[in-house]
């Protein structure tokens, strides 16, 4: 599976005023997810590490600086589409609390916070509902989900 494309997201997370656990998600403007509620994030370049991409995302999609020191890596997701083989891929997934700037709309999502007690999962792609509450509360993932003929809807987890 490791000749799937890589893609890369990362979660920023910080308190609210009230001091309740915030992470940055944004809606899908265009391209794959177009629609959806998805963390920042993307391909990776040619010859770019996963924690490259990230940062690099981060900031085309936010406006936000983070850095590499900065991002925990929290695991890999493999996403396997049978009835559509090129959107497969695989996700490196990081963390981070640490970031600058103030966020804006980028022409790929307009980024706001969510409360991370309560997930949009119902406007995420279906897999996130499984693998993201865990993810936010610190428990690193490595999991595989295969999707339906409608692209959408997670037929398989391992």
């Given amino acids: 599976m490791t000749d799937l494309p890589q893609v890369c997201v990362c979660y920023l997370t910080r308190l609210s005023e009230t001091g309740e656990p915030q992470v940055l998600l944004g809606r899908k403007k ?7 509620i998805v963390g920042l994030g993307g391909k990776l370049e040619p010859g770019e590490s996963a924690v490259d991409a990230a940062v690099r995302e981060v900031e085309e999609e936010s406006g936000l600086t983070v850095t ?8 890999v997701l493999t996403y396997l589409f049978p ?76």
Avoid: C, Y
């Fill in 68 to 75: 590499a020191d900065d991002l925990t890596p929290m695991g």
């Fill in 83 to 158: 009835h559509k083989p090129g959107w497969s891929q695989l996700s490196n997934v990081f963390v981070t609390d640490r970031f600058s700037g103030i966020p804006r709309e980028s022409d790929e999502l307009n980024p706001q916070w969510f409360t991370i007690a309560e997930l949009p999962v119902d406007d995420m792609w279906d897999d996130a509902r499984h693998w993201l509450p865990g993810v936010l509360a610190g428990r690193s993932v490595e999991a595989t989900f295969t999707f339906g003929a409608d692209l959408a809807t997670v037929v398989a987890r391992g």
């Fill in 30 to 36: 265009k391209g794959l997810g177009l629609g959806n």
